[in-house]
């Protein structure tokens, strides 16, 4: 069973991140802003991050490069998800060599289908 951290701060669309993945079988722990982010990750060491990138303490680029930077937790992969529509947000995704970049609201079928390829279960 893989581990997934859920990043989120709208507990509804956390909330249907986390039934879905549940329900594919997934384990899954969530932090509800940057700083708690880190600490679950460094925590708990999941196999994949699901990243809102706008949120308190810290957006989800950020975030992601201090993961990244530590060794503890370095190559975990990222799928990135944002309810803004600005082209530098994927490109910045691009750079992070983030796993999937979401737009809300997204399609579940399809969030699902990359974590199942990141993971290596599809």
């Known amino acids: 069973m893989s581990k997934i951290l859920v990043v989120e701060d709208d507990p509804n669309v956390l909330l ?16 509800q802003d940057g700083g708690a982010a880190i600490s679950t990750a460094v925590d708990e060491r999941p196999d994949l991050m699901i990243l809102d990138i706008s949120m308190p303490a810290g957006n989800g680029f950020q975030v992601a490069e201090t993961i990244q930077d530590d060794a503890r937790t370095a190559g975990t992969p990222v799928i990135f998800m944002t309810a803004s529509r600005r082209p530098e947000f994927r490109q910045k995704a691009e750079e992070l060599k983030a796993s999937g970049f979401f737009e809300k609201p997204y399609d579940a079928a399809q969030l699902l289908s990359t974590v199942r390829s990141t993971l290596g279960t599809a």
């Open 16 to 31: 249907s991140i986390v039934v879905r993945l549940k329900a594919d079988g997934h384990e899954v722990v969530t932090a």
